[in-house]
């Protein structure tokens, strides 16, 4: 058995989330292997303390200091480990700890799709199927095929098919019955070599134009359209804390749609299986959210569903301003918003 990494104490984990807050941890791990992670659950004094996966920080609000161990996954590779000619398609498999980003630029490089409109998504691979992530049309459901995780109670191994991960919006079971049981190590996904693009969602196809690209995109054309979108839209963590949406969108009854819709003629509407999903963004601005700074928080000024750290900010802070704004939608509209960032 591999010996176990370094138990660092009392560590900062400022560097180590994107929202820029300074909490700390009170016992503090990297793991670059299954080995090393199966060694450092076997040390007594993991195993008797509240534990705390961290990819790339960037899904997470501390609001108080840590009082357990923190174990980094740093597990990397980037593999394609099969190929099926006849269906142009091949199986990618990722370490954990890899980034996101980093995946769909690799893909890219391979010439395979299906992940581009996911692109500068941040975090790592480990954290995308605990949450379903999904952004233009695209979830991560879409191309995956299984995980790998480690059973932290007794450190064995398992491989988890799309079915049994339960995926839902922005939901996975690792978020609901087996929460806090399993840590993901590799993520392998189904990409297509014959590309089936999605440009329809939100502004690709007008961003494409602008590109001076009107017809037969690549999958580089659509990742760098949506890139370039996101920039614009969302502020990048290194020159202002946040942890992007905030918020899911919301999911309503189409007669609880129509009922606002009489109220609210410019409302926008996404039909979904069972009713309607509206942007949350649009909530939070019509009751004067966007914009508005609070000393060295507040929300950000393009953006209605990022909340921002100045520079400073505890958060505390940012949680209680969270919990304003789910007020007021809530009083205003009757429409309940749920948080889409970790509070802890």
């Not at 919006?169 to 014959?194: D, H, M, W």
């Amino acid at each position: 058995m591999a010996s176990a990494p370094a138990l660092e104490h009392h560590v900062s984990l400022l560097p180590y989330n994107t929202f820029g807050i300074d909490a700390k941890a009170r016992l503090f791990a990297r793991f670059r292997s299954v080995e090393e992670l199966r060694a450092l659950l076997a040390l007594p004094e993991v195993q008797q303390t509240e534990k705390l996966v961290l990819g790339g920080g960037s899904n997470l609000l501390f609001t108080q200091d840590f009082d357990g161990v923190v174990l980094k996954n740093e597990i990397t590779g980037l593999e394609i480990i099969a190929q099926d000619e006849a269906q142009d398609t091949a199986l990618v498999r990722a370490g954990a700890g890899e980034s996101w980003h980093g995946l769909v630029q690799y893909a890219l490089s391979q010439n395979l799709s299906g992940i581009e409109n996911l692109s500068l998504i941040p975090g790592t691979v480990g954290a995308a199927p605990l949450q379903n992530i999904g952004a233009y049309g695209a979830e991560l459901k879409d191309t995956f095929d299984h995980l790998e995780a480690v059973e932290i109670s007794s450190g064995q191994l398992r491989t988890f098919t799309h079915e049994q991960c339960g995926f839902g919006y922005r939901e996975s079971v690792f978020k609901g019955p087996l929460r806090n049981q399993y840590i993901v190590t590799g993520v392998v996904l189904q990409l297509r070599r014959k590309h089936q693009l999605n440009v329809s969602y939100g502004a690709i196809s007008t961003t494409l134009a602008d590109m001076g690209i009107e017809t037969e995109p690549t999958p580089h054309d659509v990742s760098e359209a949506v890139i370039q979108i996101r920039r614009s839209k969302l502020p990048d963590p290194a020159q202002i804390g946040n942890a992007g949406s905030f918020f899911k969108n919301p999911e309503i009854s189409q007669a609880k749609y129509d009922e606002l819709k009489a109220q609210y003629a410019d409302l926008p509407g996404y039909p979904v299986p069972g009713g309607v999903k509206v942007p949350a963004a649009w909530l939070i601005e019509q009751c004067g959210w966007k914009g508005r700074r609070f000393g060295a928080h507040g929300v950000h000024d393009r953006q209605a569903l990022v909340l921002v750290n100045h520079g400073g900010a505890q958060g505390s802070a940012i949680r209680d301003l969270a919990h304003e704004i789910i007020a007021s939608v809530r009083e205003k509209f009757g429409v309940e918003l749920h948080p889409e960032v970790n509070i802890l």
